[in-house]
């Protein structure tokens, strides 16, 4: 009986990883919309916006300081960010939840980045900052099983397209 209890106890969080992967991947989907439209406000080449569209890769390095002028023109699109550029958390809520299941991923997601925040606070220049932020809350996202493959972003990409 112990053992039937854990097996489903297991088959559940690896079912509320995918879950959490799944709603990854459309948010993802749908903040890259405004990738393009960022582009050139930011300065970023069309080497890194090409490199930018396969974000959860393993071998692409979000190290670009462009990068993280465009995630802040990104994030105001959607109004994610407050006036200092960093994090609106009740926007981000709001953002993340409006997506299939998002509840399942709101409170894991701000926290992350929120963490990330935090081990960055001190960088004055907004986009260093926010490129740190992100490279951090990928490498803890991939950690803690919440990051999308790519085959699922490409799946829902067309959706917000």
Sequence with gaps: MMLCQIAVLVLGAVGLVRGTAEVMSHVTAHFG??????????GLSAEVLEEFQHFWREDFEVVHRELGCAIICMSNKFSLMQEDSRMHHV?????VKSFPDGQ??????????????KKYDDL???CDRVVKVAACFKRDAKRDGIAPEVTMIEAVMEKYM
């Design 33 to 42: 919309q405004a990738l393009e439209e960022c582009r050139e406000e930011s």
């Design 91 to 95: 926007n981000m809520h709001d953002y």
């Design 104 to 117: 399942v991923l709101s409170e894991k997601m701000v926290g992350l980045i929120h963490n990330c925040e």
């Design 124 to 126: 004055e220049d907004d």
